[in-house]
């Protein structure tokens, strides 16, 4: 499962160096994201412009000098996974010591990215007791070992040492990235708050920003599933995986969701939708010389009812904007006719419209409250997909 994934490439000074170019190409085949960190060494055995070639960045071959000042972090952060491919013995001790003096080895201790670590070093380096006992702290970490195979080594060699074959290699990670809970899910999310055109300069608008729905849509992609998401507020900074797209009124958002519903398994209703708009927008300029316009409004079309009624139905996540108590949602949840409802009070301080958090509380139409406390939205979406997947485990898929 590659498509939209971001994989971290490291690549060490060994003379397998030059599969690492295979890989990086079979990965971006695959529709993977791929950057790749380079220590000095590998630089000795392949130049950094090949990788900048085959993925389109140029390779992080040091910690200092760069525009990034912390390129360590910015790459474990972005990574769904890093994969090592080859390691030298020199590079898999420094894993397993938490040694982070150069750019590879400090962004594998930065990441929380599942690791593969692929050796590739002489049959005697590789059976030595040191060698045996870092691969062993390493997969205490967590990390996942290719064992080299036997074959053709440097210098005329022959014996244990050489890298796995990359396609095994691909296989693995495959693997690993497959293991997203929300794999074959293609989920839609609308997002943002839309703007209903009073004249050409002002419009009827709310405070959301698109963070809640970016957060559900950049999770969603993170556990496997693919994302269309249909956005009033700004978009993600990292689109990876996500199919944007960009609407201003309800009438817009409701067109751009009722397409893509009915291919859609499940969806996450987080935008803010303007419930009135002008009846007869102006298309010139309110002149205040003209005095207190009136201005007629008439309904926006409801997105959700709208979703709630495609054939077939996805999985339906509705959001409810309640100020004060929280009480009206259970029979919110129910008239919505929602799966699931995510009720905020968005006059908590700190939470709600433009916040990176928000305070919570999950609400199903049987009328079960789990309130959950102010947290990073980020982990709002995590919550909201762990009971989504809990749920569609019991029920069948529609
Ligand atoms: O975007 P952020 O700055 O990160 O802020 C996040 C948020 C506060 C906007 C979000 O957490 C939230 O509460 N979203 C729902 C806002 C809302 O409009 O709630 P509502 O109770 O008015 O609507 C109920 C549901 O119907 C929502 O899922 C809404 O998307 C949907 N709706 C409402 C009206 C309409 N015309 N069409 C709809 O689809």
């Not at 060698?131 to 997969?139: C, H, K, P, Q």
């Amino acid at each position: 499962m590659f498509a939209g994934r971001r994989i971290v490439l490291g690549v060490t000074g060994g003379v397998a160096a030059y599969k690492a170019a295979y890989l990086a190409r079979r990965f971006i085949e695959l529709d993977a994201e791929v950057r790749t960190v380079m220590t000095p060494a590998a630089e000795q055995f392949i130049g950094a412009a090949t990788f900048a070639a085959l993925t389109g960045t140029n390779p992080v071959t040091d910690l200092f000098g760069g525009t990034d000042v912390s390129p360590h972090t910015t790459l474990a952060a972005w990574a769904d996974l890093i994969v090592v491919a080859p390691t030298t013995a020199a590079t898999l001790s420094k894993l397993a010591h938490g040694e982070s003096s150069n750019a590879l080895t400090a962004t594998v201790l930065a990441t929380r990215a599942p690791v593969v670590v692929a050796p590739a070093m002489h049959t005697e380096m590789w059976e030595h007791p040191a060698t045996r006992e870092n691969v062993a702290i390493i997969e205490r970490f967590g990390y996942t070992v290719i064992p080299p195979e036997s074959g053709a080594l440097a210098g005329g060699d022959h014996g244990v040492g050489r890298l796995a074959d990359p396609e095994m290699i691909v296989a693995v990670v495959d693997g690993i990235l497959g293991t997203g809970d929300l794999e074959g899910e293609v989920v839609l999310v609308t997002a943002g708050g839309t703007r209903e055109s009073i004249d050409p300069v002002r419009y009827i608008g709310n405070r959301s920003s698109g963070k809640m729905g970016n957060a559900v849509a950049r999770s969603a992609v993170d556990r496997g599933a693919r994302v269309i998401l249909v956005s009033a507020g700004t978009a993600p900074s990292d689109l990876g995986g996500i199919q944007f797209v960009p609407v201003e009124s309800a009438a817009d958002m409701a067109e751009a969701a009722w397409t893509h519903a009915p291919q859609c398994t499940i969806a996450v209703m987080t935008a803010a939708v303007a419930d009135f708009r002008p009846k007869e927008p102006r298309s010139d300029k309110l002149r205040r010389a003209e005095g207190l316009p009136d201005i007629d409004l008439e309904p926006t079309p409801d997105v959700l009812k709208g979703v709630h009624e495609s054939d077939p139905r996805p999985y339906l996540v509705g959001f409810a904007a309640e100020v004060g108590s929280l009480d009206t949602a259970v029979d919110k949840a129910k008239r919505k006719g929602v799966d699931l409802l995510v009720a905020n009070d968005v006059a908590i301080e700190g939470s709600g419209f433009g916040s990176d958090n928000n305070q919570v509380a999950m609400v199903t139409p049987l009328g079960d409250v789990e309130h959950l406390p102010l947290m990073p939205k980020a982990d709002v979406a995590t919550a909201i997909w762990d009971r989504v997947v809990e749920a569609r485990r019991s029920t069948p898929r529609t």
